[in-house]
């Protein structure tokens, strides 16, 4: 084998990225695989490929045992002694040198084969090995194809599954697109590493604000907790560990120009940085943010955080279809009911009691709405009882009202007999003194 191969290998190599070593180990398993095929017989055949040089040497050799399973590729220490007296267990101990002429040209085709075959796994396993320390990074790449099962990603020498269940509802992509992504998974197949990636996971948020904020790439401000509702809003907690900073500012930059790019990325999703609390009540009264909390009262065995609001801001606290709420329970990991200073709850267009109570661990689900208010009903149980005879009085006075209008409305047809009349006895009475005493008849048949 010349230089000339050798040279080949190794452009080879800088073009696909597999290591030199890596690679002259690859082609001496495939040549000595293809040996192995052609040559019955020649199970204990080795090769060796000098890099520098390009020689090639072949050769037989048997493993040292101290007891041989398989006599065509071992030997025991005794027989070993007969070729290399200081052979010891686990040696390879070679015993006769093969000249490469001997490997004929159905053996060469095989052999050709094998490496190409050896390169290409050697390709993907360089592949694989290149993303799978990155699970958990944010990579970037541009739509190659878009499937009704997802988005393909071109990375370069892989693609990536950005499947639509990790896409942002509010989001759209085009062929040529370049896009950030979060790798979730790298999985190793045989056609070679899928990667899946997502735009939906609550550290694609985290990732974007360490690439934007130097202080929570150096650890001087540290995300504590996010909670994300992908396309929608997102409520973030940081900490300072260094004493005099603030975590909020510098989280959201100069005139919010830190914060700003990161919603830029998430094509306009709300973000609410707010600062973390050791303090239970204050962390939740912060997480309610931009609301205004009057009280919090903490069970600890329950995990319930009790909130009192302003009137004025309940509506706020609440959020709308209860995402404030929700996103500031799985922030804090409290149950959070949230209550007025009146203690009522609000109400929608429709007069129904509107969710007040937030649960932390709800998925995004469309009926976590109606989860929160199946939880205040029964929590109101015993107001609602209470109130129960003054809404039946409030219920009884439109109904009689009702009743009455029913009644004057059955009666309604006497009054042109009446009038008929009149106009037959009286014809000199004018129209108006004869809607006046129809009127006044019908008022006293009413009574």
Known sequence: MSRDFIGALLQLNAEKGVPREQLIRTVEDAIQSAYRRVAPGYEDVYVRLDAESGEMRIFRARTVVSEVEDETIEWTIDQAHEHDPNAVLGDLVEYEQLEPTHFGRVGAQVAGQVVRQRLREAERETIFDEFAHREGEIITGSVG???PTGVILDLGKAEAILRTTDQSATEHYRIGQHVKAYVLEVRRTTRGPLIYVSRTHKNFLRRLF??????IQAGTVEIRA???EAGSRSKMAVASRQEGLDPVGATVGQRGGRVQAVVAELGGEKIDVIPWSDDHDVFVANALSPAQVVAVEIDEEERIASVTVPER?????IGREGQNARLAAKLTGW???IRSETGAAPEDEEGVPAAVMAEPDEPEAEGTDEAATAT?????APMAQAEEP???AEAETPAETEADADETTAEAPEAPAQEERKTDEEPDVDEGTAAAAAAGEST????
Not at 210 to 215: D, F, G, I, R, S
Not at 444 to 447: C, L, P
């Open 390 to 392: 003054a809404a039946e």
């Open 313 to 317: 801001m309940l509506s706020l606290a």
């Open 145 to 147: 194809r878009v499937e």
């Open 210 to 215: 360490e690439l934007e904020v130097p202080e």
């Open 335 to 337: 149950r959070i009911d």
């Open 226 to 228: 996010i909670a994300r």
């Open 376 to 380: 205040e009903a029964e929590t109101e």
């Open 444 to 447: 006293e048949v009413t009574q």
